[in-house]
């Protein structure tokens, strides 16, 4: 069984549009994460989420909205989609605080042509 | 804020040879120590972790010293396998994040 699964694995959209990525994790960790990795492989933190509140969100542009309808579940909407976005999202979990190791999902790769 | 230097890549070795990624790190409290791999196309996996000062952290012949006096975490391997080649990443906990390095790619020649 697949730890942490986010869908989709590849999107490609148009600047613009309106798009959301789905995270789940069966692994009964409290806290998940949104990670965006660009093309120089850096990775950024987006957000933190701890018993579905929002613990942490960084500098990231409200056109990005995480949701967190209970704790095994984290997704991400993103609206008006610029070509700057275009990175590869990564969702991750721990059991409580980032001293516990990170489980992380496969990644999305979003492209906005 | 908290946060991670790390040897810029790519680092290109034979197989056997000896391997060693240099990671320090700015921190106001004492974090936990990561070191991170990620293969093509896959996401991050824990390799190693330390918690506290003179902790080894060791996986699969990796190895990596908190070392407080020089603020380091050096990751290291006696003898790299064409398996290993990968991206690797130091990072630090600082509450409910990780901060990452900037990620060192290793390209490991038969």
């Known amino acids: 069984d697949t730890a942490v699964s986010q869908t989709p694995k590849y999107l490609v959209t148009q600047m613009g549009n309106d798009k959301s990525i789905k995270c789940e994790q069966n692994?009964?960790?409290?806290?998940m994460y949104w990670y965006k990795q660009d093309s120089k492989k850096f990775l950024k933190i987006m957000f933190s989420?701890?018993?579905?509140?929002?613990?942490i969100n960084e500098t990231v542009p409200n056109r990005f909205s995480p949701k967190s309808p209970d704790k095994a579940h984290l997704n991400l909407h993103i609206n008006s989609l610029e070509l700057g976005d275009s990175a590869v999202y990564f969702c991750?979990?721990?059991?409580?605080?980032?001293?516990?190791?990170?489980?992380f999902g496969n990644g999305t790769r979003l492209t906005v042509t | 804020g908290d946060s991670v230097t790390q040897m810029e890549g790519p680092v290109t070795l034979s197989e056997e040879a000896f391997l060693t990624i240099n990671c320090t790190y700015t921190?106001?409290?004492?974090?936990?120590l990561f070191w991170y791999v990620q293969y093509p196309g896959e996401g991050l996996q824990l390799l190693l972790k330390?918690?506290?000062?003179?902790d080894k952290g060791s996986n699969k012949g990796f190895e990596a010293t908190y070392r407080k006096e020089t603020t380091s975490f050096h990751l290291e391997k006696g003898s790299v396998q064409v398996s290993d080649s990968a991206v690797y990443f130091c990072?630090?906990?600082?509450?409910?994040?990780?901060?990452f390095g900037k990620g060192t790619s290793l390209l490991v020649t038969p």
């Open positions: 991750a979990s721990s059991r409580d605080r980032a001293e516990s190791p990170l489980h």
């Open positions: 692994l009964g960790h409290d806290t």
């Open positions: 989420y701890n018993n579905k509140e929002l613990i």
């Open positions: 921190a106001t409290g004492y974090p936990s």
């Open positions: 330390a918690t506290k000062a003179d």
């Open positions: 990072a630090l906990s600082s509450g409910y994040a990780l901060n």
